[in-house]
C-alpha cells in the first residue's frame, strides 16, 4: 500500500474528502451568514436553525407528502425563505438602527425556539433520510471509493457558492446589493426599494441555509441539534473570511474543511480545535479577516 | 385705506406666491436629533430654473437638500412637488417622483465600477439620458468604466455623481456644493455641464459657497443663515446685494 508522509493513501484521500465535504457546508453555510451581516448588520444566530430547519422540511416532505429529494431541492429553501422573510417584517425588521446585540439575542431566541419546538416533536436521535437513488452507490476513482452521494454535494455547493457570487457580482440586484452594503441611504434616496431589499436579502440568506440542509439530510441525518453543532465552526469561518465578506466566506470555507480533515490524518487529537486556531491567529495578525476590507 | 399697503404677516416681500412653482417649500423645519436646524424655509424652484443656496458652512444648505430627499425624516413643513406632498412619502418613492440627488460627499460605491455606478439608480420617468450620452458628456467615464468607483480622480467621481442621476428621467437635481476642493479647470468643466442640462431645461437646485461659479448658472439665489432664509434675489440683482453677500458668506 501506498504511503504519503507515512499517511496510507487511502486514509489521506478520504480524510481530503470528508474535509471537502465539511467544507461544502461551512461554505454554503458561511456565504448566507455573510451576505445577511453585509447588508442587515445583523449576525445571525438562527441560520444553524434555518439549516436544521432545511433538512426537516425535506425529510417531512418524503415521510409526510410522498415528495422526495429533488423536489425537496427547490422546495425546502423556498419555504424556509418564505419563514425568514415573515420573521424578518414582523421582528427582525423592527431592530434595524438600534444596537446589533438586539438582532443577535432575536435570532439566537428563534433558534433556541426552533431547536426545542423539533426536539419536543421528534427527540434527539437522527432521522433518517436515505439519498436518492440516481445518487446511491460509489464511483471508483482508481486512487480510491467515492460515494456518488458525496461526490454530489462538492459539485452542487460549488455551483451554488458560484451562482450566488454571480449573482452578488454581475447581477443588477446584486449592484444594488453591493451599494446597499457600503451606503444604504443613498441607495433608497436613488429610489431603490432597500426596505424590499433587505427583506429579500434574509430569506435568500435563509435559503440557502435551508439548501445545505437538504444536501445535508442523507449524510448526516436529520437532527434538532444538527444546526446548533455546526454553526459555531461556520462561524469560526466567517470570521476568518472576514464579516461580510462573500468571497472570503466560500473560499475560507472549504480552506478550513480541508484543513480539519488533514489536521484528522497527522494529528488527530487537534482536529475539533483547529478552525478555532486559525480563528485566533488571524485575528490577531488581520483583524479584519483573510478577505476583510479594514475599516 | 388700501389694503394692499399693509404688510402681510411680517412675511418679508420677496416671498411672493409662485403658483406656477415645481418645487414649493413651506415653512419647513428639521432636526438632526434634538437640534433644531431649518427654521422655517419656503423656497420655490419653477420649471426650467437653476436656483442656488448661498450660505456660510452650518448654515443649513446641506440640510435643506437633505429634508427634501427625506434623508433627514424628522421635518415639519411642506415639501410640494407638481403638487404632490413628498413629507408622507418613504425615502425610496421621493426618488421615484423625479428628484435626482448629488450629496455633497458624492457617493461613488467602492465595490461597484464605475458604470455600476452610472447605471444604479433606478428610471424614475422617461426623458432621461442615454448611457451613449452621458459618456459623450463625460468622456473620462467611458475610458475607465470598469474601474472601481473610488479609483477615479476627485474630479471625475464628481462627474460621475452628476452623470449618475441624469439617467434616471428626473425632473428636478439637488446638487450640494459639486466644485468643493476640485481644480479650476475641473470646476470650469463642471460649469460648462450645468449650463449644457439648464439648456435642455432641467430643474436644478444648487448648493454652493463659490457664487462665482454660481452665478454663470443660477436664474436665481437663495441667501441662508442660521437655518433661515434671510433674502432671495435674481441673478441681474446680485451686484445690487454684493455687500450683503460678503457680510452673509464672510468672503
Same mark, same amino acid.
Given at each position: 500500500?501506498?504511503?504519503?508522509?507515512?499517511?496510507?493513501?487511502?486514509?489521506?484521500?478520504?480524510?481530503?474528502?470528508?474535509? %471537502?465535504?465539511?467544507?461544502?457546508?461551512?461554505?454554503?453555510?458561511?456565504?448566507?451568514?455573510?451576505?445577511?451581516?453585509?447588508?442587515? $448588520?445583523?449576525?445571525?444566530?438562527?441560520?444553524?436553525?434555518?439549516?436544521?430547519?432545511?433538512?426537516?422540511?425535506?425529510?417531512?416532505?418524503?415521510?409526510?407528502?410522498?415528495?422526495?429529494?429533488?423536489?425537496?431541492?427547490?422546495?425546502?429553501?423556498?419555504?424556509?425563505?418564505?419563514?425568514?422573510?415573515?420573521?424578518?417584517?414582523?421582528?427582525?425588521?423592527?431592530?434595524?438602527?438600534?444596537?446589533?446585540?438586539?438582532?443577535?439575542?432575536?435570532?439566537?431566541?428563534?433558534? %433556541?425556539?426552533?431547536?426545542?419546538?423539533?426536539?419536543?416533536?421528534?427527540?434527539?436521535?437522527?432521522?433518517?433520510?436515505?439519498?436518492?437513488?440516481?445518487?446511491?452507490?460509489?464511483?471508483?476513482?482508481?486512487?480510491?471509493?467515492?460515494?456518488?452521494?458525496?461526490?454530489?454535494?462538492?459539485?452542487?455547493?460549488?455551483?451554488?457558492?458560484?451562482?450566488?457570487?454571480?449573482?452578488?457580482?454581475?447581477?443588477?440586484?446584486?449592484?444594488?446589493?453591493?451599494?446597499?452594503?457600503?451606503?444604504?441611504?443613498?441607495?433608497?434616496?436613488?429610489?431603490?426599494?432597500?426596505?424590499?431589499?433587505?427583506?429579500?436579502?434574509?430569506?435568500?440568506?435563509?435559503?440557502?441555509?435551508?439548501?445545505?440542509?437538504?444536501?445535508?439530510?442523507?449524510?448526516?441525518?436529520?437532527?434538532?441539534?444538527?444546526?446548533?453543532?455546526?454553526?459555531?465552526?461556520?462561524?469560526?469561518?466567517?470570521?476568518?473570511?472576514?464579516?461580510?465578506?462573500?468571497?472570503?466566506?466560500?473560499?475560507?470555507?472549504?480552506?478550513?474543511?480541508?484543513?480539519?480533515?488533514?489536521?484528522?490524518?497527522?494529528?488527530?487529537?487537534?482536529?475539533?480545535?483547529?478552525?478555532?486556531?486559525?480563528?485566533?491567529?488571524?485575528?490577531?495578525?488581520?483583524?479584519?479577516?483573510?478577505?476583510? $476590507?479594514?475599516? | 385705506?388700501?389694503?394692499?399697503?399693509?404688510?402681510?404677516?411680517?412675511?418679508?416681500?420677496?416671498?411672493?406666491?409662485?403658483?406656477?412653482?415645481?418645487?414649493?417649500?413651506?415653512?419647513?423645519?428639521?432636526?438632526?436629533?434634538?437640534?433644531?436646524? /431649518?427654521?422655517?424655509?419656503?423656497?420655490?424652484?419653477?420649471?426650467?430654473?437653476?436656483?442656488?443656496?448661498?450660505?456660510?458652512?452650518?448654515?443649513?444648505?446641506?440640510?435643506?437638500?437633505?429634508?427634501?430627499?427625506?434623508?433627514?425624516?424628522?421635518?415639519?413643513?411642506?415639501?410640494?412637488?407638481?403638487?404632490?406632498? /413628498?413629507?408622507?412619502?418613504?425615502?425610496?418613492?421621493?426618488?421615484?417622483?423625479?428628484?435626482?440627488?448629488?450629496?455633497?460627499?458624492?457617493?461613488?460605491?467602492?465595490? /461597484?465600477?464605475?458604470?455600476?455606478?452610472?447605471?444604479?439608480?433606478?428610471?424614475?420617468?422617461?426623458?432621461?439620458?442615454?448611457?451613449?450620452?452621458?459618456?459623450?458628456?463625460?468622456?473620462?467615464?467611458?475610458?475607465?468604466?470598469?474601474?472601481?468607483?473610488?479609483?477615479?480622480?476627485?474630479?471625475?467621481?464628481?462627474?460621475?455623481?452628476?452623470?449618475?442621476?441624469?439617467?434616471?428621467?428626473?425632473?428636478?437635481?439637488? /446638487?450640494?456644493?459639486?466644485?468643493?476642493?476640485?481644480?479650476?479647470?475641473?470646476?470650469?468643466?463642471?460649469?460648462?455641464?450645468?449650463?449644457?442640462?439648464?439648456?435642455?431645461?432641467?430643474?436644478? *437646485?444648487?448648493?454652493?459657497?463659490?457664487?462665482?461659479?454660481?452665478?454663470?448658472?443660477?436664474?436665481?439665489?437663495?441667501?441662508?443663515?442660521?437655518?433661515?432664509?434671510?433674502?432671495?434675489?435674481?441673478?441681474?440683482?446680485?451686484?445690487?446685494?454684493?455687500?450683503? *453677500?460678503?457680510?452673509?458668506?464672510?468672503?
Amino acid at each position: 500500500m501506498s504511503t504519503i508522509f507515512g499517511i496510507p493513501a487511502p486514509a489521506l484521500y478520504g480524510q481530503i474528502l470528508i474535509g %471537502l465535504i465539511n467544507g461544502s457546508f461551512y461554505a454554503l453555510l458561511s456565504l448566507g451568514l455573510a451576505v445577511i451581516f453585509g447588508l442587515l $448588520r445583523v449576525i445571525n444566530f438562527a441560520h444553524g436553525a434555518q439549516y436544521m430547519l432545511g433538512a426537516f422540511v425535506s425529510y417531512g416532505l418524503l415521510n409526510y407528502l410522498g415528495i422526495g429529494y429533488w423536489l425537496a431541492l427547490i422546495l425546502a429553501p423556498l419555504i424556509v425563505g418564505a419563514v425568514a422573510i415573515v420573521i424578518e417584517r414582523t421582528m427582525l425588521s423592527r431592530l434595524y438602527g438600534l444596537d446589533p446585540l438586539y438582532g443577535l439575542l432575536l435570532t439566537f431566541g428563534l433558534a %433556541l425556539i426552533f431547536e426545542g419546538a423539533f426536539r419536543y416533536w421528534f427527540g434527539t436521535s437522527g432521522k433518517p433520510y436515505a439519498p436518492p437513488p440516481q445518487l446511491t452507490g460509489a464511483m471508483n476513482l482508481g486512487f480510491m471509493f467515492l460515494p456518488i452521494y458525496r461526490g454530489w454535494v462538492v459539485v452542487a455547493s460549488l455551483i451554488i457558492c458560484l451562482g450566488t457570487w454571480l449573482l452578488i457580482e454581475k447581477t443588477r440586484l446584486g449592484s444594488y446589493l453591493r451599494a446597499a452594503t457600503e451606503n444604504a441611504t443613498l441607495v433608497q434616496a436613488f429610489g431603490v426599494n432597500v426596505p424590499r431589499l433587505l427583506t429579500l436579502t434574509y430569506g435568500l440568506g435563509a435559503a440557502l441555509a435551508a439548501l445545505a440542509g437538504v444536501l445535508a439530510a442523507p449524510i448526516y441525518q436529520v437532527n434538532p441539534l444538527m444546526g446548533s453543532n455546526l454553526i459555531i465552526i461556520v462561524f469560526a469561518v466567517v470570521v476568518v473570511g472576514g464579516m461580510g465578506s462573500i468571497l472570503g466566506a466560500i473560499i475560507t470555507g472549504y480552506m478550513l474543511g480541508i484543513l480539519e480533515g488533514l489536521t484528522k490524518v497527522f494529528y488527530a487529537e487537534a482536529s475539533s480545535i483547529v478552525i478555532f486556531v486559525v480563528m485566533a491567529v488571524v485575528l490577531l495578525i488581520r483583524p479584519a479577516g483573510l478577505f476583510g $476590507r479594514e475599516a | 385705506m388700501s389694503s394692499a399697503r399693509i404688510p402681510v404677516c411680517g412675511k418679508p416681500t420677496w416671498v411672493q406666491s409662485m403658483t406656477d412653482a415645481l418645487l414649493k417649500i413651506r415653512a419647513l423645519n428639521a432636526w438632526y436629533g434634538e437640534s433644531h436646524i /431649518l427654521h422655517g424655509i419656503d423656497l420655490d424652484i419653477r420649471q426650467g430654473e437653476t436656483v442656488t443656496l448661498l450660505g456660510r458652512n452650518g448654515a443649513g444648505k446641506t440640510t435643506t437638500l437633505r429634508a427634501i430627499m427625506g434623508i433627514l425624516r424628522r421635518r415639519e413643513g411642506t415639501i410640494n412637488l407638481a403638487g404632490k406632498d /413628498l413629507t408622507v412619502l418613504p425615502l425610496h418613492r421621493v426618488a421615484q417622483m423625479g428628484l435626482g440627488y448629488v450629496p455633497e460627499e458624492r457617493g461613488i460605491f467602492a465595490s /461597484l465600477s464605475v458604470e455600476e455606478n452610472l447605471t444604479l439608480p433606478p428610471k424614475v420617468a422617461e426623458g432621461g439620458m442615454s448611457v451613449e450620452e452621458i459618456y459623450r458628456l463625460f468622456p473620462n467615464l467611458q475610458e475607465r468604466r470598469n474601474s472601481q468607483g473610488t479609483k477615479l480622480s476627485g474630479g471625475e467621481q464628481q462627474m460621475l455623481a452628476i452623470a449618475r442621476v441624469l439617467r434616471t428621467g428626473a425632473k428636478i437635481i439637488l /446638487l450640494d456644493e459639486p466644485t468643493e476642493g476640485l481644480a479650476p479647470v475641473i470646476v470650469q468643466r463642471i460649469g460648462d455641464v450645468l449650463v449644457a442640462l439648464k439648456q435642455r431645461g432641467m430643474t436644478i *437646485l444648487l448648493v454652493e459657497q463659490n457664487f462665482r461659479f454660481a452665478r454663470k448658472v443660477a436664474d436665481r439665489f437663495y441667501l441662508m443663515e442660521d437655518g433661515r432664509m434671510v433674502n432671495s434675489f435674481a441673478e441681474h440683482e446680485l451686484d445690487d446685494h454684493m455687500n450683503e *453677500l460678503h457680510d452673509v458668506l464672510g468672503v
